[in-house]
């Protein structure tokens, strides 16, 4: 079901209602009264490894013509693609998950990866996932498949219809520059600083009809900021300047070497000109969505939201 109206979108809503009472649908979708899109933005998760039960693991799906693109595979991520799924976004169905495009290795990103490798296999994948990220994705991806090959084994061996080439990944080590072409999309990588990781990406898709660039974890980047350069939508983490100042010293020197300010934010959009800049990844230590958007607006007069889970662009 595509977003064309408010109408159809409540519709959707009194439809999902009658089929799952336990289902929450306060979350936005916010496309309204357009035509409907090639191409939605989907939240799956905007949360850090601090463990919010309201914000799932970092996760971004970029779905094309009812085919879904990955960025990150946060901790809930194949859950929180069944709930997108269940709210009308059809291309989110777990079992259609094939293609992911991992920012970094740290285990925020991560930690939901042997979940969308196994879990979608089970629901009968049929074909395998393609993963493409920094040097390290192969290593990983090897070790996740021999800590469960024993499950892996018994459920292609045993009495479950299981679909063998679901159950395969395939992982791609890439480079900055384009790093994968289909019919629907380019996707570029971009490298950005965070630290002491040697690699770590932003992510530019160009679509038929929108142009998206998703910061990964990342200090302030000229580079990012270029890689935009008047793009549809910027998704960029952030952390608050308001909170910040709570902080320990200790942490503050970390996050002021591996993340980016809401003040910082403000003078990246200025060069990146997003038609929209949304906010993920946040770390508010105490700040609410409206303030740290009221950080960000004090340097930069662009559009801004603060993302949250299963928003829909
Ligand atoms: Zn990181
Ligand atoms: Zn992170």
Redesign the pocket.
């Known amino acids: 079901m595509r977003h064309a109206s408010p109408i159809a979108t409540t519709a959707m809503a009194v439809a999902v209602l009658a089929t799952s009472a336990s289902l929450v649908t306060t979350g936005a979708i916010r496309l309204k009264g357009r035509a409907a899109p090639r191409t939605q933005l989907v939240l799956l998760g905007t949360g ?1 490894p601090n463990a919010d039960p309201d914000r799932s693991g ?1 996760a971004v799906a970029i779905v094309v013509d009812d085919v879904p693109y990955l960025v990150d595979a946060g901790p809930g991520v194949v859950r929180r693609a069944a709930a997108a799924s269940a709210r009308g976004i059809k291309g989110l169905d777990p079992k259609l998950l094939r293609t992911a495009f991992i920012t970094h290795l ?1 285990s ?2 991560t930690a939901g990866y042997p979940d969308l490798v196994f879990t979608p296999a089970v629901l009968e994948r049929d074909a395998p996932l393609q993963v493409y990220g920094p040097p390290g994705i192969r290593v990983m991806t090897d070790h996740v498949m021999k800590a469960w090959a024993e499950d892996v084994d018994v459920r292609l061996r045993d009495l479950e219809p299981a679909k063998p080439a679901g159950y395969e990944v395939r992982a791609h080590e890439v480079k900055p520059g384009l790093v994968y072409k289909d019919a629907r999309l380019s996707v570029h990588a971009f490298a950005v600083p965070h630290g002491a990781w040697k690699r770590s990406f932003a992510y530019r898709f160009d679509t038929p009809d929108r142009s998206i660039v998703v910061s990964g ?1 990342s200090g302030p980047s000229g580079q990012l900021a270029s890689a935009c350069n008047g793009c549809d939508v910027l998704v960029h983490e952030v952390y608050s300047t308001a909170g910040f100042v709570t902080r320990p010293p200790e942490w503050q020197r970390y996050h002021r070497v591996y993340h980016t300010s809401s003040a910082e934010l403000a003078t990246l959009a200025a060069k990146a000109r997003p038609g929209l800049l949304v906010l993920y ?1 946040q770390l508010f230590w105490g700040t609410t969505d409206e303030a740290l958007v009221a950080e960000v607006k004090r340097g930069y007069a662009g559009k801004v939201v603060s993302g949250r889970d299963l928003d829909v662009f």
């Open positions: 850090t970092p740290h925020d990103h974890d990844h």
